[in-house]
T-cell receptor, first 113, second 119 residues
Framework: ELKVEQNPLFLSMQEGKNYTIYCNYSTTSDRLYWYRQDPGKSLESLFVLLSNGAVKQEGRLMASLDTKARLSTLHITAAVHDLSATYFCAGTGSGGSNYKLTFGKGTLLTVNP | GAVVSQHPSRVICKSGTSVKIECRSLDFQATTMFWYRQFPKQSLMLMATSNEGSKATYEQGVEKDKFLINHASLTLSTLTVTSAHPEDSSFYIC???????????????FGPGTRLTVL
């Protein structure tokens, strides 16, 4: 059974600073996803990572995947207040045809002016 | 991009009543839909996986007689919370995954969620 651990769970940072959120998973995962959730809202898809060494970037966010280490990272560059949200990583496990997701506990990011 | 809608967005009901939540994929055919529940300040917990035309597969600990799931077509799945109680109050989110070629195939698209409050 896939287990997904994120850290940190809470992250308070200043605008302009860089930081990384880590996502460790316990068994092989065919896909690794990152989502953003604003308070009271549903999930917004950020990235899907499919293979070892995959790196994707969108604006100030960059996600990477190391399947050998079973680790994905979400790097935040020069944070701005608008990035304040909860970020989830999720894996699909291996095999199967449904790709059901197992989520980490989420990282609550607060970017302070 | 692919769009998933949910209805209603909010519902308040009395204890003992049943509530139906609809999840629709608006611009793609979803062979698989998923239902999640999220309590305040917690992560999403998968409740069940629903494939069109077949019975839903429930996760361990989820009562199938209480949470009835129907996936009648490739664009619609419904979740009915039967005899709701205050402890069922939560944020219910569906997602849909496309089974045909195209961008929807490898990604789950999430609906906007339904906030259920049982008095």
């Amino acid at each position: 059974e896939l287990k997904v651990e994120q850290n940190p769970l809470f992250l308070s940072m200043q605008e302009g600073k860089n930081y990384t959120i880590y996502c460790n998973y316990s068994t092989t995962s065919d896909r690794l996803y990152w989502y953003r959730q604003d308070p009271g809202k549903s999930l917004e898809s950020l990235f899907v990572l499919l293979s070892n060494g995959a790196v994707k970037q969108e604006g100030r966010l960059m996600a990477s995947l190391d399947t050998k280490a079973r680790l994905s990272t979400l790097h935040i560059t020069a944070a701005v207040h608008d990035l304040s949200a909860t970020y989830f990583c999720a894996g699909t496990g291996s095999g199967g045809s449904n790709y059901k997701l197992t989520f980490g506990k989420g990282t609550l990011l607060t970017v302070n002016p | 991009g692919a769009v998933v809608s949910q209805h209603p967005s909010r519902v308040i009901c009395k204890s003992g009543t049943s509530v139906k939540i609809e999840c629709r994929s608006l611009d793609f055919q979803a062979t698989t839909m998923f239902w999640y529940r999220q309590f305040p300040k917690q992560s999403l917990m998968l409740m069940a996986t629903s494939n069109e035309g077949s019975k839903a597969t429930y996760e361990q600990g989820v009562e199938k007689d209480k949470f009835l799931i129907n996936h009648a077509s490739l664009t619609l799945s419904t979740l009915t919370v039967t005899s709701a109680h205050p402890e069922d109050s939560s944020f219910y989110i569906c997602s849909a995954r496309g089974g045909v070629s195209g961008g929807a195939k490898d990604t789950q698209y999430f609906g906007p969620g339904t906030r259920l409050t049982v008095l």
